[in-house]
């Protein structure tokens, strides 16, 4: 019986857990992290897109997008982690924000 304790007891902490974090990558600081983390993995993904379609013969015009989107995974890459902090103080003020805006 105290077997069945603990387990049940372990299981609901773990369930409790993962509803904290599936809360925390719904709100706006959430977001951020997520994207943040994601950058180096994104990047790459875009160098590559960006090799594959020159080697293909489009031109830089063609590209135009890419090129941007990598440029703004490059500042998330590199200044990723300055933002983080900032960005739970930014999620309050814009939350209260956009709340006042609807009353």
């Given at each position: 019986?105290?077997?069945?304790?603990?387990?049940?007891?372990?299981?609901?902490?773990?369930?409790?857990?993962?509803?904290?974090?599936?809360?925390?990558?719904q709100t706006f600081?959430?977001?951020?992290?997520?994207?943040?983390?994601?950058?180096?993995?994104?990047?790459?993904?875009?160098?590559?897109?960006?090799?594959?379609?020159?080697?293909?013969?489009?031109?830089?015009?063609?590209?135009?997008?890419?090129?941007?989107?990598?440029?703004?995974?490059?500042?998330?890459?590199?200044?990723?982690?300055?933002?983080?902090?900032?960005?739970?103080p930014l999620s309050?003020?814009?939350?209260?924000?956009i709340g006042g805006?609807?009353?």
């Open positions: 019986m105290a077997f069945y304790k603990i387990r049940t007891g372990l299981t609901i902490e773990k369930t409790k857990q993962k509803n904290k974090t599936i809360k925390h990558e600081e959430g977001t951020i992290d997520k994207l943040i983390d994601n950058a180096p993995d994104n990047l790459k993904q875009i160098d590559s897109e960006i090799a594959t379609l020159r080697a293909k013969g489009c031109t830089d015009d063609q590209l135009k997008r890419l090129e941007q989107e990598r440029s703004l995974l490059e500042y998330a890459t590199k200044y990723g982690e300055i933002v983080k902090p900032i960005a739970k309050k003020v814009l939350g209260k924000f805006l609807g009353n």
